[in-house]
């Protein structure tokens, strides 16, 4: 079952040694669209933004999902010097099975930021929602991706191809990722 509180749950600020994931915000616009390019989003649904507007149009219809209980987005920062790192997502929150959804800027991969985000989401959703387990979708070819929701116990339980909006196919493979046991990650 989801949340039985749902109506009470608030989006809260996530903390942790290397990041800071705050509500996604119009604030941010200007920072994430030189980010949001088609190097970051080749192995996702959505296509690169083409415009300031499309990056507003997306942060508003995040924050309608956020009042409708459905998503919660965050903005990732790099702790130490408050850098613009990517956005982070728990989706369909309100279900029995939450998905985790991720990107950072090209020139911050390979440097953990990604899984301590998903960490921090897994912790934090874990002790606030009560999912039977939490979706982690990941193209194939996405190697560095893969291994975070190894990380937290997830496996492989489908696979499947989808067309993103750019038009490539991407050939998903699905983890489901345990709750993490008194709200702690692995």
Do not use: C
């Not at 616009?29 to 300031?52: L, R």
């Not at 508003?60 to 790192?85: A, M, N, V």
């Not at 998903?118 to 002790?127: M, Q």
């Amino acid at each position: 079952m989801p949340y039985a509180g749902f109506g009470m749950l608030v989006q809260e600020q996530i903390e942790t040694e290397s990041v800071l994931l705050t509500p996604l915000s119009l604030n941010d616009a200007e920072e994430m669209f030189p980010q949001f390019t088609e190097a970051v989003t080749i192995y996702m649904v959505p296509k690169a933004a083409e415009s300031m507007k499309d990056i507003a149009e997306f942060i508003e219809k995040s924050i309608q999902q956020t009042k409708e209980g459905t998503d919660f987005l965050y903005t990732i920062r790099r702790k130490r010097d408050s850098l613009f790192l990517g956005v982070a997502g728990i989706h369909e929150i309100n279900t029995n099975t939450p998905v985790f959804g991720i990107w950072l800027r090209e020139d911050q991969h390979g440097n953990g930021y990604g899984k301590a985000t998903i960490h921090a989401l897994h912790r934090w959703a874990s002790s606030h929602l009560n999912p039977e387990y939490f979706i982690y979708p990941v193209d194939q070819k996405n190697t560095a991706s893969l291994r975070i929701p190894e990380s937290l116990g997830g496996t492989v339980e489908a696979a499947y191809s989808k067309e993103n909006l750019s038009g490539r196919t991407l050939n998903i493979l699905e983890y489901h990722i345990p709750p993490a046991r008194s709200g702690h990650s692995a």
